[in-house]
């Protein structure tokens, strides 16, 4: 049985009036929001937003003094240990360097929750392992150390070991951080892929404009201590919002500064200098929204796609103007896509639906060649 055809989705994610504080320094209020079910989100913002402290707030590492975290039904800011252990085995997390132990191999390291948490015989355990580092390129790579392996080669091992107990939500602290522009998308296209699979609760940290760009299907943003905003991909995309904007396009014109904000003098001396034509940075140009990233060839038809469409129509007449229009361009092309299909939309296809060619192995998992060692994986 491969990892899809055993998937169910995952849970929805929602927090409420959530506010953190580490003693005097306050570091996000109020923050509200809901990772919808099985689909991928992304929380943006400049460094040192608190974007981790967030992560680390939603498995109950941290604990933020006001407000509701409900998983599955539990409100994790009340319940007893015993019922945090158990939501706790709902997630899977990839923090940002894998967080693998050093004196363990990769085998070691991913079958670790296994062995932590499950009674699973070690051929089992065998099986589970193979299969999550053969998902994520990493066949025989299995007896190396992590310090004798790329830091890319870290993080999907590290992903691997997230995924062997089947996490219902998966949280991934910068997926980027540390990683070439090329690996990047590779790391996105990795994460897709598993969403495709394995159909989870996804949310990813990062300050990673490209990521953001092309993965999600829901982005939010930290920033002044606050969600700027949170929904569809679209919404942040088209905005109009002074910090949203040049977070995208990465320039130093806008609210956001060195020390993360900037006060009115500054914002107004930086703007005499770009007006004068002096170049403050970014990629000013890039406005809109860029198509979102597919799963690879091979891979099942990514469910929380109809999924989204459908909550979306539903929410539409709430959402500013320009994502409107953004959203229903996008669901005319997939119209426009199904009825090219034979009207197959939102129909209950089931995962019968691949995306077609590609190198595939016989996981359908779409394969890079290796470039270093022929047994070491696919890419890192
Ligand atoms: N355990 C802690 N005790 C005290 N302060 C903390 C703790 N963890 C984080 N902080 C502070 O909270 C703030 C937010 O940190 P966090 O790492 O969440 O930011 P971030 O948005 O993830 O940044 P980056 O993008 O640079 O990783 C920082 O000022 C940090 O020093």
Request: charged share 25%; aromatic share 6%.
């Amino acid at each position: 049985m491969t990892s899809w055809e055993e998937s169910v989705v995952g849970v929805e994610v929602s927090v409420k009036g959530l506010t953190k504080s580490f003693g005097v320094q306050k570091i996000w209020q109020d923050v509200t929001l809901t990772l919808p079910q099985g689909e991928v989100s992304a929380l943006l913002g400049p460094s040192g937003t608190g974007k981790s402290v967030f992560l680390k707030s939603l498995i109950g590492l941290l604990r933020p003094e006001e407000g509701e975290i409900w998983i599955d039904g539990t409100n994790i800011m009340e319940c007893s240990s015993k019922e945090l252990y158990e939501i706790r085995k709902l997630f899977g997390v990839l923090f940002q360097d894998g967080a693998l132990f050093g004196s363990m191999n990769l085998y070691d390291n991913t079958a670790f929750p296994l062995r932590e948490h499950t009674k699973k015989k070690e051929s089992e355990i065998r099986s589970i392992v193979m299969d999550k580092l053969e998902l994520v390129g990493l066949t025989g790579a299995e007896d190396k150390l992590p310090g004798e392996i790329s830091g890319g080669m870290r993080k999907r091992a590290g992903l691997a070991r997230a995924l062997v107990l089947d996490p219902e939500i998966i949280l991934v602290d910068e997926p980027d951080s540390g990683l070439d522009p090329v690996r990047t998308t590779y790391i996105s296209q990795l994460l897709l892929n598993i969403n495709a699979q394995i159909d989870a609760t996804t949310l990813i940290v990062t300050h990673n404009i490209n990521l953001a760009r092309t993965v999600p299907d829901n982005i939010g943003m930290l920033f002044r201590k606050k969600l700027v905003m949170f929904g569809p991909r679209e919404v942040l995309l088209t905005s109009d919002e002074p910090a949203v904007k040049q977070f995208l396009n990465g320039t130093m014109i806008g609210p956001i500064g060195m020390s993360e904000e900037k006060d009115e003098s500054q914002m107004r001396e930086e703007q005499k200098l770009a007006d004068a034509g002096h170049n403050l940075g970014g990629v000013e140009d890039v406005e809109g929204i860029m198509p979102q990233m597919e799963p690879a060839p091979g891979m099942p038809y990514r469910q929380a796609v109809d999924r989204r469409r459908e909550r979306v129509r539903g929410i539409m007449h709430e959402l500013p103007d320009s994502a409107q229009q953004a959203i229903q361009e996008s669901l005319d092309e997939a119209d426009r896509q199904n009825d090219e299909h034979g009207n197959q939309g939102n129909d209950g296809r089931g995962d019968d639906r691949r995306y077609d060619d590609g190198q595939q192995d016989g996981y359908g998992n779409y394969r890079e060649p290796a470039y270093d060692s022929p047994q070491s994986g696919s890419w890192r």
